[in-house]
């Protein structure tokens, strides 16, 4: 029975989009991930990092991973832009938070910030995959010293959590981060959640 159930909802799934939300400090790195992923998933290659320019709006990227269509969020992360990320918690079924693994004089602003965006109740529940980007700089902090500095064993208390390294400028460790958030996402009941709000507005 719960075989079918489950079969049910996975069909589900892959017939709607799985929204995403990418934040993080400014210069973390969000805008050339979103880039990157357009350029791993689609025909449509994404700017190479050298083009992109600060995020003042928004920057979307549709492609399918895993059988399963997502569309990504890129919100600005300057301290005066950061209001304007609660307007996407009701819809995701996910947040990434990008950090720049190799800036450790900015950790404490980015830990506060992540955890203001988790305190939001619009936020309940949302898997959230922190991503220690900028791995090949030298001396990039480790993602097991990260998931210390942002106390992960406790947020994972509340949700599902992973800390995981990648180089959005080459594309190291991306497609391994976006298993990770197919897959939580598809185990997730926020995606119920989600529908049931869609449905009743
Ligand atoms: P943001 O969207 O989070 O604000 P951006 O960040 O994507 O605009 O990137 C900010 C700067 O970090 C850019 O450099 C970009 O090339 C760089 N960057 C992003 N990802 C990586 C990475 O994986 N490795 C390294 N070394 N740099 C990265 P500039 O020089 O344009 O400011
Ligand atoms: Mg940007």
Redesign the pocket.
Same mark, same amino acid.
């Given at each position: 029975m719960f075989g079918l159930f489950s079969g049910c909802f996975e069909a589900l799934l892959r017939k709607e989009e799985l929204h995403v939300l990418l934040i993080?400090? &400014?210069?973390? #790195?969000?805008?050339?991930?979103l880039e990157r992923l357009k350029t791993l998933y689609t025909d449509l290659p994404g700017l190479e990092?050298?083009k992109?320019?600060?995020?003042v709006g928004l920057n979307l990227a549709h492609f399918q991973a895993l059988g399963i269509p997502l569309l990504c969020w &890129?919100v600005? #992360?300057a301290a005066g832009l950061r209001g304007i990320w609660s307007k996407y918690y009701g819809e995701c079924h996910a947040v990434v938070f990008?950090v720049?693994g190799?800036d450790r004089g900015r950790f404490e602003e980015a830990k506060a910030a992540l955890d203001r965006a988790l305190a939001d109740p619009d936020l309940y529940g949302a898997p959230l995959l922190v991503l220690a980007?900028?791995?090949?700089?030298v001396g990039a902090a480790s993602p097991a010293d990260m998931a210390e500095v942002f106390g992960l064993v406790q947020l994972s208390e509340m949700r599902p959590c992973s800390m995981q390294a990648?180089?959005?400028?080459?594309g190291e460790g991306v497609k391994a981060a976006v298993q990770w958030l197919v897959e939580n996402i598809k185990k997730s009941q926020r995606s119920e959640l989600i529908r049931r709000r869609m449905l009743a507005q």
């Amino acid at each position: 029975m719960f075989g079918l159930f489950s079969g049910c909802f996975e069909a589900l799934l892959r017939k709607e989009e799985l929204h995403v939300l990418l934040i993080g400090l &400014d210069k973390a #790195g969000k805008t050339t991930l979103l880039e990157r992923l357009k350029t791993l998933y689609t025909d449509l290659p994404g700017l190479e990092a050298d083009k992109v320019l600060p995020t003042v709006g928004l920057n979307l990227a549709h492609f399918q991973a895993l059988g399963i269509p997502l569309l990504c969020w &890129d919100v600005g #992360g300057a301290a005066g832009l950061r209001g304007i990320w609660s307007k996407y918690y009701g819809e995701c079924h996910a947040v990434v938070f990008v950090v720049d693994g190799a800036d450790r004089g900015r950790f404490e602003e980015a830990k506060a910030a992540l955890d203001r965006a988790l305190a939001d109740p619009d936020l309940y529940g949302a898997p959230l995959l922190v991503l220690a980007n900028k791995h090949d700089v030298v001396g990039a902090a480790s993602p097991a010293d990260m998931a210390e500095v942002f106390g992960l064993v406790q947020l994972s208390e509340m949700r599902p959590c992973s800390m995981q390294a990648v180089t959005a400028r080459t594309g190291e460790g991306v497609k391994a981060a976006v298993q990770w958030l197919v897959e939580n996402i598809k185990k997730s009941q926020r995606s119920e959640l989600i529908r049931r709000r869609m449905l009743a507005q």
